[in-house]
Structure formats: C-alpha cells, structure tokens
C-alpha cells in the first residue's frame, strides 16, 4: 500500500473510551491487590511485580482491538497484531455465531481478518468505507462467496440507523 492509501478515514470513535476503561481496571485490580497484600503483611517486591504483571495482563487481555478503515482497506489492530484486508479484493466474507459473533474476511492477497460487527452498526464512517469496498470487489468479480451475509449485515445496520434516528427525533 502506498502511503497514501494508508491515510485514516475512519476509526472505532468508542476505542478510547474502551481502552480508558481497561486501564483503569487493570490499575484497580493492581491497587486492589496491593493493597490486599500490604494489609495482610505479605507484600514483598517479588509479590508486587507479580501483582504489576497480572495487573499488565488484565489490560492486555481487556484491551479491545483498534479498527481503522481508508479508500479500499480495513484494519483491525490488537497488542499483539495488525491484521489488514483490501476490502476492494475480498475474496469471501464469512460470518460466525455463537455468544459473540465475528466477521471474518479475507481478501486476494491472503490477508484476513476477524472483527466483530458491532463496531461497524456503532461506526457509519468504517461501515461505508467497507461497504464500498464490497461493492468494488462484487464488480470485479473477486468477492465469490458471503454476499449474503452482508446483506444481512447491511439490513440489521439499516435497521439500528433508522430507530436511531426516530429515537433522534422524538418519532419512537
């Protein structure tokens, strides 16, 4: 991609919010425990990096990933990895369920990715970008398989779009 093509259009608006949130459990659970530990008389510095390490943990483990979109692309950026798909290629778009449902797309260069689609019914601007992207590769004939599920997908956005703006406007 050129440099360009990595310019952010779109972002996860609720991401710091989300991030804010995890640190400040992760520093409670931390303050918590030491102080769990310094009332009890057991606190040492091999006991406090313990409890700084878990502490670490629990922010890294509550830490949601970063979702960014631009013209033809979408990323999706966790502590560990940064996944990115060119939308305006995507080979299949598959959508699983369970107690979280995840979306997953890959696209012809053999990049994949996994988000869940609550970020894009929260998130107009990263659902248009990928949306066009769709649209382009349904024209170019790469995107073979899961168009019905972003139908559906597109419907169920709709929808949420819709009774937010009657709700909006006081017509709900």
Partial sequence: MTRMDRRVLAGDRHWRGNARLAAICALVFCALSLLVDWDGGTV??????????????????????????GPGWLEV???????????????????????????VLCDTHGGRLDLDPRVLAANPLIWHELDTGVHRSVDRGTLLQGTDVLGQLRHRIDDETARAVLRASGLS
């Fill in 44 to 69: 040492t510095l091999l006991r406090a990096l313990l409890w700084l390490t878990l502490s670490v943990t629990v922010f890294a483990v509550l830490l949601p990933p970063q979702v960014t979109a």
């Fill in 77 to 103: 950026r966790t502590p560990w990895r940064r996944h990115i798909v060119r939308t305006d290629a995507l080979v299949a778009v598959r959508q699983y369920g369970g107690v979280s449902a995840r979306l």
